[in-house]
């Protein structure tokens, strides 16, 4: 049994890990915000700190504790970059710097975005990279981190629409003809940070990417086949569309005082022609496989 420390315990793929680490018997510890209304998110078992991520003075002694440290905190809308600050960022810099201070040096895992590659394409890209920048740059503990694709599962708000549309045939690809997209199971994503915490002295100061293994990713057809087992019909959106969408929807959010999801740095991610990983590092370092592919994922998930 180890004892993890675990931010963002209660978002998307923190709640699959939070499960999984008390299914698998470890001792897990949830960084709780003082405001948050989420304690209803939390597995039977976890214990929680409530504290802010910049919270040095409380994360230190929690540290002291703790056997590793699992970073899953993350803002995925957003209308600039302040939106994106606390948790991509300077979350990341505080936990660092509560981990330089601490007796112990326990390895920490930074779950990061595959975005985080090509920070000069939005906001959200640029946070992940810069978060990333944080650890490398200033760790003086063991260190490593993940970049999922894109992430699926029970839970998700962002992929989920655009899957139940490919389910009943129809798919609408915002990128140029022939784009490909590696996809991950959520569940896939939890086990890879289990498997990390009996690997880590392997993974230490790498970074990986980690997807499904569909060889070249998935095309939209592929997609809308996979999901509805059957004939598809593809809508193109035009790009000069999203991006009118996209410029309305970023300054309606600022007035109404909402982070906004479509914005033109999100177009500009849409209509990547890839968006491509190789998980193959990961699997030689950890024995970590997926166990999803997209057929066996839309199952499980629909």
């Not at 699992?70 to 991509?88: Q, S």
């Not at 300077?90 to 990061?112: K, T, W, Y």
């Not at 569940?187 to 070249?216: K, R």
């Not at 004939?231 to 959106?237: G, P």
Request: aromatic residues 6%; glycine residues 8%.
């Amino acid at each position: 049994m180890k004892s993890v420390l675990l931010t963002g315990a209660t978002g998307f793929i923190g709640q699959r890990l939070q499960a999984a680490l008390v299914n698998q018997g470890h001792r897990a510890e949830a960084v709780i915000r003082p405001a948050t209304a989420d304690k209803a998110r939390l597995a039977p078992g976890i214990e929680t700190l409530t504290a802010e991520l910049t919270d040095t003075e409380k994360l230190v002694p929690a540290l002291s504790r703790s056997d590793a440290v699992m970073y899953c905190a993350g803002t995925v809308r957003g209308g600039d970059l302040e939106d994106f600050r606390a948790a991509n960022i300077d979350g990341v810099a505080c936990i660092v710097e509560a981990m330089n201070q601490a007796e112990r040096h326990i390895p920490f895992l930074l779950v990061s975005s595959l975005a985080a590659g090509r920070p000069q394409l939005s906001d959200y890209s640029n946070s992940k990279h810069l978060g990333e920048q944080a650890l490398i740059r200033n760790a003086r503990f063991p260190w490593t981190i993940l970049r999922p694709t894109a992430v699926y599962g029970p839970g998700d708000r962002e992929m989920l629409p655009i899957l139940k549309l490919a389910r009943k045939g129809i798919v609408t690809p915002a990128g140029p003809s022939g784009q490909k997209v590696s996809l991950v199971y959520v569940d896939d994503v939890a086990a890879a940070c289990l498997t990390w915490l009996e690997h880590w002295e392997e993974c230490n100061q790498q970074v990986f990417e980690l997807d499904d293994g569909h060889p070249g990713g998935y095309s939209w057809r592929e997609i809308a086949e996979i999901a509805s087992g059957g004939r598809h019909l593809s809508v193109k959106i035009p790009t000069w569309i999203l991006s009118a969408a996209a410029r309305v929807n970023q300054s309606g959010s600022r007035l109404l005082g909402r982070a906004p999801m479509l914005t033109p740095g999100k177009v500009r991610e849409l209509t990547q022609p890839d968006w491509l990983c190789d998980n193959k590092p990961f699997i030689a370092a950890t024995g970590w496989f997926p166990e999803f592919d997209l057929k066996k994922g839309l199952q499980t998930l629909f």
